[in-house]
C-alpha cells in the first residue's frame, strides 16, 4: 500500500539559513508527488507537484523539490528562508485511481524560524 | 479563476447536536471534491470524496455523512455530534479531467469544537 513518512515532526532553522524537508514515499509506479504548506489556522496551499519529467521542480515562494527514485524522497528545499516560511508542510502522494484523485498525506512537520 | 468557499469558519456545538458543514466551488465544473479531517497536531484524514453529483465515497465508518446535491456543493452533515468529531474540517476540489490528476485545492476550513 502507498504512504508517505516526514521523518521530522519538528525543524526549527535561523532566518536566511537553508532548509530541507524530508519526504520518503512508498510506491509501486511512477508516483504523483505534492508539496503543500499551512499557516496555522489556515487552508493548504499546494507549493508544487511533480508528475513526470524533470526531477527537480520548481514551485512558489521559492521552494523547490527533488524526485530521487532510488531514494523513494521527494525532499523539498528552499536557499535561504524567511521568517514568513514559519508554518507546517505536508507532503502528499497520489493514491488508487487517477479518476477518484485521492491523495495520502504525510503526518507534517512544522518548521520554526528563528529571527 | 477557481475559489472555494467554506462556512461556517468556526463554530462551537454541544455534544448531541447536529451538524452541517458547506463547502462551494466557484470558476469550474463538474469537480472532484473531498472533505478532509485534521485532528489537532495531526495530518489530514479523508473523510469522503465524491466524483459527481449525488456519488458519494466514504473512506472512515464515522458519526458522518456527505451528500452532493448540486455540482460544486458539497456538503458535510451528522445527525448527533460527538466529543470526538471536534477538528479542523479542510474541503478541496480537483478538476476531473486533464492533466491535474491528483493535483487538489483546499478551502480556508472550519474548525469545529464539540462541547
Known amino acids: 500500500a502507498q504512504s508517505v513518512t516526514q521523518p521530522d515532526i519538528h525543524i526549527t532553522v535561523s532566518e536566511g539559513a537553508s532548509l530541507e524537508l524530508r519526504c520518503n514515499y512508498s510506491y509501486g509506479a511512477t508516483p504523483y508527488l505534492f508539496w503543500y504548506v499551512q499557516s496555522p489556522g489556515q487552508g493548504l496551499q499546494l507549493l508544487l507537484k511533480y508528475f513526470s519529467g524533470d526531477t527537480l521542480v520548481q514551485g512558489i515562494k521559492g521552494f523547490e523539490a527533488e524526485f530521487k527514485r532510488s531514494q523513494s524522497s521527494f525532499n523539498l528545499r528552499k536557499p535561504s528562508v524567511h521568517w514568513s516560511d514559519a508554518a507546517e508542510y505536508f507532503c502528499?502522494?497520489?493514491?488508487?485511481?487517477?479518476?477518484?484523485?485521492?491523495?495520502?498525506f504525510g503526518q507534517g512537520t512544522t518548521l520554526q524560524v528563528k529571527p | 479563476s477557481q475559489t472555494i468557499h467554506q462556512w461556517p469558519a468556526t463554530l462551537v456545538q454541544p455534544v448531541g447536536s447536529p451538524l452541517s458543514l458547506e463547502c462551494t466551488v466557484e470558476g469550474t465544473s463538474n469537480p472532484n471534491l473531498y472533505w478532509y479531517r485534521q485532528a489537532a497536531g495531526r495530518g489530514l484524514q479523508l473523510l469522503f470524496y465524491s466524483v459527481g453529483i449525488g456519488q458519494i465515497s466514504s473512506e472512515v465508518p464515522q458519526n458522518l455523512s456527505a451528500s452532493r446535491p448540486q455540482d460544486r456543493q458539497f456538503i458535510l452533515s451528522s445527525k448527533k455530534l460527538l466529543l470526538s468529531d471536534s477538528g479542523f474540517y479542510l474541503c478541496a476540489w480537483m478538476r476531473s479531467s486533464g492533466l491535474s490528476s491528483y493535483e487538489q485545492y483546499f478551502g480556508p476550513g472550519t474548525r469545529l469544537t464539540v462541547t
Open positions: 502528499a502522494v497520489g493514491h488508487g485511481s487517477s479518476n477518484t484523485g485521492k491523495l495520502i
